[in-house]
C-alpha cells in the first residue's frame, strides 16, 4: 500500500467503488419496484463525483441529483447521455438558459422558478423538462398548497413545460418512529393528487428504508450510498466506503505534567509517549476533536492529546508499548476500528459534514473500480 501515498502525502484517503456499487444496488432491491437514483451533491459527499457518478452509471443508476447547476455542468459530460441530471435548488435568476444548456432538469422550488422555466419553455418554444418540489412539512424549499392554488391558475401543467417528476423530501426519514413521516407523507399524497399525473419521488437515504409506501417511483438515496446507515443503530445492508489512514511524523516522549499542543490543554500526570501526525482542521478534521477524538493502531485507541492544529494533531500513544510506533507508521482514522458515524459523534455532528469536509491534502485513492 506504501506505493498509494502518493506525493509523500501524509495521510490516504481509500474510496472503495465497489463498497458504493454494493450500497447502490442494495437500496435498489429494497425499494424495487421503485427506481433508486443517486445523489452525488457536493462532490458525492467529498468522494469525488467524477469517479463515483461514473461507477454509479455503471452499477445501472440513470437519474443523478445535485445541488447547482455548476455541479450538473461538470458531470454532464461524465455520465452516459440517457442519464438524467437533476438540480436540486433549482434555478438562479438568469439561469434558466444555462440549465437547458446544460442539459440539466431543474427542480422548480416555488412559483418564481416555475415561471421562470415556463418563459424560458415560451422563448425557446420547447417542452423542457423540470421537476416540481411541493412543501409535505420541511418548510425549506417547495410549493405550499396555496402556491399550488396559484400556480394552477397561471400555468398550463400538461403543455407549458414537460413535468417528468413530483417530489418533496422528508425532514425526519432518518428517524424511522418519527411522527412526521406518516405526517409528511400523508400531505405529500394530498398536494400531488392536485397536480397532473406524474412519476413521484419523496424518499432520501432513510426514506428509503422506511414502509414501502415511502418508495414511489423514485427515491432519492445519498449517504447511504457513502456507507452511513439509513437509521442509526438498526441493522443495515450497507457496507463503510471510506477509510482515512494517516501516517506518523514524529514520536516524543514528554515528563509528567509537559503541555501538548496549542495551550498546552493536555498535561498527563504520568510520563507520556505522544505521536504527531499531518492532518488538522484544515483538511476537515475537526478542531471540535480537541481532546475528546482518537486515532487507532490495531484495537489500541489512541487519545487525541491537546488540541487539533491546522495542519497536525498529536496523539497520546502511551497505552502501545515504547517504539511499536515511529516514524511513517500508519494509524487509522475511519476505517473499521472507528467508522465514520463514531467521529461525527464525537465530534458533535453528523456524518454527512465529516464526508463533505474531507480533506484535499490527503492521497485520494479510488478502489474496486
Ligand atoms: C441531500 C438530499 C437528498 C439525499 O439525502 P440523504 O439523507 O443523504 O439520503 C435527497 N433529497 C434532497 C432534496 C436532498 O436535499
Not at 272 to 286: E, F
Request: proline share 7%.
Amino acid at each position: 500500500m506504501q506505493s498509494t501515498w502518493t506525493g509523500g502525502a501524509a495521510a490516504l484517503l481509500t474510496i472503495d467503488l465497489k463498497a458504493l456499487c454494493v450500497n447502490y444496488r442494495a437500496i435498489a432491491r429494497q425499494v424495487a419496484p421503485a427506481q433508486a437514483a443517486a445523489v452525488v451533491k457536493a462532490d458525492a459527499y467529498g468522494l469525488g463525483a467524477d469517479r463515483v457518478a461514473p461507477a454509479l452509471a455503471a452499477a445501472g443508476c440513470r437519474n443523478f441529483f445535485v445541488a447547482h447547476l455548476s455541479e450538473a455542468v461538470a458531470l454532464r459530460p461524465l455520465l452516459p447521455e440517457d442519464a438524467r441530471l437533476f438540480i436540486l435548488n433549482g434555478l438562479m435568476p438568469g439561469a434558466e438558459d444555462l440549465c437547458a444548456e446544460a442539459g440539466a432538469i431543474p427542480v422548480l422550488n416555488g412559483l418564481d422558478q416555475a415561471r421562470a422555466w415556463v418563459a424560458l419553455c415560451k422563448a425557446r418554444g420547447q417542452r423542457l423538462p423540470a421537476v416540481l418540489q411541493v412543501d409535505s412539512g420541511m418548510s425549506r424549499l417547495g410549493l405550499a398548497a396555496a402556491d399550488i392554488d396559484t400556480l394552477l391558475r397561471e400555468i398550463d401543467l400538461e403543455r407549458d413545460f414537460d413535468l417528468t417528476l413530483v417530489m418533496s423530501h422528508l425532514a425526519c426519514g432518518d428517524e424511522p418512529e418519527h411522527d412526521a413521516n406518516p405526517d409528511q407523507l400523508a400531505r405529500f399524497e394530498a398536494l400531488t393528487a392536485r397536480l397532473p399525473r406524474a412519476p413521484r419521488s419523496f424518499a432520501n437515504s432513510g426514506g428509503s428504508f422506511l414502509t414501502p409506501a415511502f418508495g414511489f417511483d423514485l427515491v432519492r438515496p445519498g449517504v447511504s450510498l457513502y456507507g452511513v446507515a439509513p437509521h442509526a443503530g438498526l441493522p443495515s445492508p450497507i457496507q463503510p466506503v471510506v477509510r482515512l489512514e494517516a501516517r506518523i511524523i514524529q514520536v516524543r516522549s514528554i515528563p509528567a505534567g509537559q503541555g501538548v499542543g496549542y495551550g498546552l490543554t493536555y498535561a498527563p500526570d504520568k510520563p507520556a509517549r505522544i505521536a504527531t501526525i499531518g492532518v488538522g482542521y484544515a483538511d476537515g478534521w475537526p478542531r471540535h476533536l480537541s481532546n475528546r477524538g482518537a486515532a487507532y493502531y490495531g484495537n489500541t485507541r489512541l487519545p487525541i492529546a491537546g488540541r487539533v492544529s491546522m495542519d497536525s494533531m498529536t496523539l497520546d500513544v502511551t497505552a502501545l508499548p515504547e517504539g511499536t510506533l515511529t516514524y511513517g507508521d500508519t494509524v487509522e482514522l475511519i476505517g473499521p476500528h472507528q467508522p465514520l458515524e463514531a467521529v461525527a459523534a464525537d465530534a458533535g455532528t453528523i456524518a454527512y459534514e465529516i464526508l463533505t469536509s474531507l480533506g484535499h491534502r490527503y492521497a485520494r485513492v479510488w478502489i474496486g473500480e
